[in-house]
């Protein structure tokens, strides 16, 4: 027990196994999807997994499959806790906090910037940082990049937005 503890997630692979619903002798089944064949028969032969089960229709994509670096643009030790929510949350933290001048891409602010093609992965990245824009930038090195300067102030706990379909309490 606890064997995986301590490995970061860029140590790890991690699919869903495509599936569609489906009645078997007047059960409802979930059945495996041809697609993933690929997935395990991979495993089998130790070769690389390629892109099958890193998505799935309608589903926004796991945190675990979002590699994320920090950019600190004179944070002042902030960029520090921004990595650490996002290990924390599952996200692959494995390139850590790059300085601003090192990283390969000028953007100003407290930003959530993602390269095109790649916004779904943005928003769920702002799920934890809902005080950050969200801002597509081309010619950025990675598909999502969390840039913190002095003024990032995180959300107080509880302080995000409630989602559309909540109805508070006393209504």
């Known amino acids: 027990m606890g064997q995986l503890r301590g490995i970061s997630t860029g140590a790890a692979k991690f699919r869903a196994v495509p599936g569609y619903g489906a009645y078997e002798g007047g059960l409802a089944v979930i059945k495996m999807d041809p697609s993933a064949d690929q ?7 130790g070769k690389p997994l390629g892109d099958a089960g890193t998505q799935l229709v309608n589903t926004p994509p796991s945190e675990a499959n979002i590699t994320v670096p920090v950019v600190d643009h004179g944070s002042g030790g902030k960029a520090n806790g921004v ?67 002095s003024t990032y102030e995180p959300a ?9 379909d909540c109805v508070p309490a006393n209504a």
């Open 83 to 149: 990595e650490q929510i996002l290990a924390d949350a599952g996200f692959d933290v494995a390139p850590g906090v790059v300085t601003f001048e090192a990283y390969g891409a000028t953007v100003n602010g407290g930003v959530i910037a993602y390269a095109p093609g790649h916004q779904v992965e943005a928003e769920v990245v702002k799920k934890y940082f809902p005080t950050l824009e969200v801002k597509e930038v081309k010619g950025l090195p990675d598909d999502v990049a969390v840039f913190v300067n």
């Open 39 to 45: 997935i395990f028969r991979a495993i089998r032969q």
């Open 156 to 164: 107080p706990i509880g302080g995000g937005a409630a989602p559309s």
